[in-house]
């Protein structure tokens, strides 16, 4: 359980076990005291309102601002969570916001709880500390021989030479088998003849059209417009149409009815027909606008075809040289004599190791040597056997294998740099932890930190007057503020990276100088954030108070805390 929370190679203090089981229990029993709560008083959230807060989240909207449906999929496999899961995290946040948070949002800090942190946040200390810098350790002696023998001997893993092979490599490029698939002119033709639409385009009209029931109406329309009155107001007051009904749009000759199209293509921009009958309706069209035919220049699509033309037959002509040169390899033909007739070279990789590394520059082919799939295939394959025909987005591949190096353990000669770099590194941690010990324990002995410092060859520095809000040495805050707790002259040890810093609480001060309205407000934001925590968690328990509480641990899969 722990592995899969924080990666196989963390390391697992006894505190964070501990840590980690007290959260991921809370948890847990607070979703369930959540559900069975919702249950208890029937609180439901509908399936339709919560697909709307799912479909109008931003997280899962794509660049048009549209609810994107992978991006949503994809989001949830990263978080390890099913649809389902989701769904029910959801509403178990909606109930706890009704059953718990909405009841104390509205909570005031009282003035006497206010007063009261004001003054500790505004109460400033001064610290002495000290620097332990590994990297400033002085190593007072060389390794020995006898050392350098054990630790060859207990880091033997880093220092063996991996497995090498050399393999020939037979690479057609994509772009290769690109320039020789052939487009004849009748193709592009043809291309043309079928797909003529998308190169040449019919004359367009944008249509304007009223419908009357009878002459008579569509007599009376005609009299307006010829008087000069608006189409879309005759539309409107004389046949009840409106501007959406009247505009039909662009439209060809082809797609009018043939009573209409020799009218409407008769006419000028702007020009209207006399009252046509279609069937038992009566109408009058007019032009507003005209769109000329257009075409693309032939030279221009025919250059256009032939790569459209090229790019569907790509796949085929990869797989026709896959067959070529598999058929090939098939009946004993040598990768040089493939190579030769198709014009290429083989090339050499020497000293190739599975973390993509080489003896020697492989310039031409360099990314496709660092790619899962040379390295799979350079390594599944016996010495003197010729890998399958690979495929892959630039090129298509195949390998033989040569030579092979077993992995071996390198020479202790030629790692003695490597050892004495581990040996040092591991001196220099056990020196500062020494004088770490040293000096931790002289002053819980109750000695001075600026006497102590001296004796081990450090320097003594003195910080500002600061508040628990702020840091000194680089410090993180959390440090700061649980030396703000301790008593004065309590010596506190810390730990960043590789080095340490001893530092004591020294003397207290209470501020003089009053909190900016900035601080003030800060002050007051921590404290309804703390209180209205507390108010959570006391109302979240005075629901659990209706259960009987018992938590499983083999059942919820920390057992192995």
Same mark, same amino acid.
């Given at each position: ?42 609180? *439901? ?124 490599? *037979? ?36 249509? *304007? ?226 004088? *770490? ?125």
């Amino acid at each position: 359980m722990v592995s899969r929370l924080l990666g196989e190679n963390q390391e697992i203090t006894e505190e964070m076990r501990t840590a980690i089981l007290s959260g991921l229990t809370q948890k847990l029993v607070a979703d369930s005291v959540v559900d069975r709560t919702a249950d208890k008083y029937g609180i *439901l959230f509908s399936p339709v309102f919560i697909h709307s807060l799912i479909v109008n989240d931003p997280t899962f909207k794509d660049e048009t601002g549209n609810f994107n449906r992978d991006i949503f999929k994809e989001l949830l496999s990263r978080s390890g969570l099913s649809e389902a899961d989701y769904v029910k995290s959801i509403s178990r946040d909606l109930v706890r916001r009704l059953l718990v948070d909405t009841q104390v949002l509205n909570v005031n800090v009282p003035k006497v709880l206010l007063d009261a942190t004001t003054k500790v946040d505004n109460k400033r200390r001064t610290f002495k500390y000290v620097n332990i810098n590994k990297s400033d350790m002085v190593i007072d002696r060389s390794i020995t021989d006898e050392e350098v023998n054990q630790y060859y001997e207990d880091f033997s893993s880093n220092f063996m030479e991996p497995e090498r092979r050399d393999v020939s490599v *037979l690479y057609i490029p994509m772009t290769d088998i690109y320039k020789n698939i052939k487009v004849s002119a009748e193709d592009i033709k043809f291309y043309y003849d079928d797909n003529k639409s998308d190169y040449e385009t019919s004359e367009k009209r944008q249509v *304007l059209q009223i419908v009357f029931d009878d002459e008579k109406q569509a007599n009376k329309a005609f009299f307006e417009l010829q008087q000069g009155a608006d189409f879309y107001d005759v539309a409107q007051n004389v046949a009840g149409q409106s501007k959406e009904d009247t505009n039909l749009g662009y439209a060809t000759s082809d797609e009018l009815l043939p009573e209409l199209a020799t009218e409407v293509f008769a006419l000028k921009k702007n020009q209207y027909t006399k009252p046509i009958k279609v069937e038992d309706l009566w109408q009058i069209v007019k032009v507003a606008d005209i769109q000329k035919a257009s075409k693309v220049d032939y030279a221009v699509a025919s250059a256009e075809i032939e790569k459209i033309l090229k790019d569907e037959r790509l796949y085929d002509q990869s797989y026709e040289v896959i067959s070529s040169i598999e058929d090939k390899l098939a009946s004993g033909t040598e990768l040089e004599e493939i190579a030769k007739e198709l014009d290429l070279n083989v090339r050499q990789v020497i000293g190739f190791a599975d973390d993509g590394s080489t003896a020697s520059e492989v310039t031409e082919i360099k990314d496709l040597v660092k790619s899962a799939d040379f390295v799979e295939a350079a390594f599944s394959y016996a010495l003197g056997e010729t890998s399958q025909v690979i495929e892959t987005d630039e090129g298509l591949f195949t390998i033989r294998v040569d030579t092979v190096n077993d992995a071996h353990p390198k020479a202790v000669e030629d790692v003695k740099d490597e050892i004495v770099k581990i040996w040092s590194d591991n001196e220099k941690t056990a020196i500062a932890q020494e004088k *770490l010990n040293d000096i931790m324990h002289d002053l819980e002995n109750g000695d001075d930190l600026s006497d102590v410092a001296p004796r081990y060859g450090f320097k003594v520095y003195k910080s500002r007057p600061i508040t628990r809000n702020e840091t000194f040495a680089n410090i993180g805050y959390a440090d700061v503020r649980a030396m703000f707790v301790e008593a004065l002259n309590t010596p506190r040890q810390m730990q960043y990276g590789d080095d340490y810093i001893v530092a004591v609480a020294v003397e207290d001060y209470d501020n003089s100088v009053e909190l900016s309205a900035e601080e003030k407000d800060l002050v007051k934001r921590k404290a309804y954030q703390s209180l209205v925590k507390d108010f959570a968690d006391a109302l979240l328990k005075s629901y659990a108070d209706d259960y009987k509480i018992r938590v499983k641990y083999k059942l919820i899969g920390l057992t192995d805390l």
